[in-house]
């Protein structure tokens, strides 16, 4: 197989989606750890390489004495900034190799959250049992069946809750992943909702990251019963000159690279 067939778009089962996720983020947890881990600190809550914080923007609400499930946390910095908050978070992740880099960073910080290897489609967890749940760039764009991970996190909420993710603004999909010129030209449907996949020898999924539409989020997030209360794309700050894979002071003046999505469950 040359190495174009290994980047290719197609149709991936859930099942290939979730062993080529937990191992691509086991084996890439330190370096992308080395790369991302002094940007999103050790007790920080950053929604996205724009640098917005939850403790500017207060997507979650009131925090103090919350329940709050970090889903597809890494290695859980936000769910330690949440627990400094006064709140009681959670923080769960598919990757074994996340989850040891959010037990070392507890151990640097002395700030202790409860971690759970799980998947985001099955959460081990009682209905009602939260009262927040919130992910900033985790499992969703990872998984095939988004629109029945967000059934499941409304299941653990409880009437009320809020629900907020951030993902790729879904625009970013025309472009090529390419944080300079190559960047502005637009070379892919916007309608295209087949992942993005990079393959072995052999065909096997080795990274699988998913496009939804906003209007495919929105119906995501009503099918599952939420109501949708904002949409956030934040614009690149002045000052920013940093680049993050995709992401540059390029591109993001021109086009939005994260769109936050806040939904509650109907009391």
Known sequence: MDDDSRVTRRRVADAEARVASRRWWDADADDYQAEHGTFLGDVDFVWCPEGLREADVHLLGDLDGRRILEVGCGAAAAARWLATQGAHPVAMDLSAGMLRHAAEAADRTGVRVPLVQADALALPFADAAFDTACTAFGAIPFVADSAALMREV???????????????????????????????????????????VEQDEAGVPTYVEQHRTLGDRIRELVGAGFRLVDLVEPEWPEGHEGIWGQWSPLRGRLFPGTAIFVAEKPA
């Open 154 to 196: 409304f299941r653990v909420l409880r009437p009320g809750a809020r629900w907020v993710f951030s993902v790729t603004h879904p625009m970013r999909w025309i472009f090529l992943d390419d944080p300079g010129e190559g960047g502005l030209r637009a070379v892919h449907s916007y309608f295209d909702r087949r992942p993005y």
